[in-house]
């Protein structure tokens, strides 16, 4: 559990996760609930840093499904490292498929935030996001965008070709 900031907190029946803005991105700390007690360490628990060039477009898509508004999904792929057997990091923020007339949003579709590790159960988590948690995610984007340029972070540049 991290302590002395500003974090926001997810809190579910099979695990928290807890959002920490930071001026290189949002760390992601989910700690698993095993038999009704938090069980740091035990498989599924995760401490990652999500970078700032992910950070608008999860910001972007969580107010437009805050908001009830039009919005592909949003994808965050993260590059394993140089071994083989490290898996490919996954985030993907979505919602369930309209439910309105003629495909329109009617406002009730689930919102879920899928963070994928690993091929184990534990490694594939899935949070159904409530109005209170969307609300979390996006304040918790909006405060590394605000960290970020306070402490310089914040360096697009043109990559070249």
Request: with cysteine; aromatic share 6%; net charge negative.
């Amino acid at each position: 559990m991290y302590h002395g900031g500003v974090t926001f907190s997810i809190n579910k029946s099979f695990g928290r996760l807890q959002l920490v803005p930071e001026p290189d991105g949002l760390r992601l700390f989910y700690i698993p609930i095993v038999n009704g007690a938090e069980a740091p360490g035990a498989p599924g628990s995760l401490d990652m840093l999500l970078p700032i060039d992910a950070i608008g477009g999860l910001w972007a898509t969580t107010r437009a499904f805050l908001y009830g508004v039009e919005s592909l999904d949003e994808n965050v792929i993260l590059q394993s490292g140089e071994v083989e057997s490290e898996s490919d990091t996954l985030i993907k923020l979505y919602r369930d498929k309209p439910r309105g007339q003629q495909g329109k949003l009617s406002g009730e579709e689930t919102c879920w935030l899928r963070i994928v590790t690993g091929r184990t159960e534990e490694e594939r988590r899935r949070i159904k996001l409530g109005p209170r948690d969307l609300l979390c995610l996006e304040l918790s984007c909006n405060s590394v965008m605000i960290l970020a340029g306070e402490a310089g972070t914040h360096k697009p540049a043109l990559l070249e070709a």
